[in-house]
């Protein structure tokens, strides 16, 4: 069951960036996506989404998109 303070966890762990990029992938971007629409390269997308995977303790895309998904549900 996702709470309040599950979702507190989730913003207060990641950078606003970081955020931004958790709910593009939530929204089904592709890292090529995401770069163009951020205006930052691929690699820099990448090296976001392994910081958001630590932070998480997540272990990739589709787990990070259903964490968002269920905690933006909250």
Do not use: C, D, W
């Amino acid at each position: 069951m996702i709470t309040q303070v599950s979702n507190r966890i989730f913003v207060e762990s990641l950078t606003p960036r970081e955020q931004q990029i958790a709910e593009a992938i939530a929204r089904g971007l592709s890292n090529k996506q995401i770069a163009v629409e951020f205006g930052i390269s691929a690699e820099t997308v990448k090296r976001h989404l392994a910081a958001i995977y630590g932070k998480l303790s997540l272990p990739g895309r589709v787990a990070l998109a259903i964490h968002v998904v269920r905690t933006h549900a909250a």
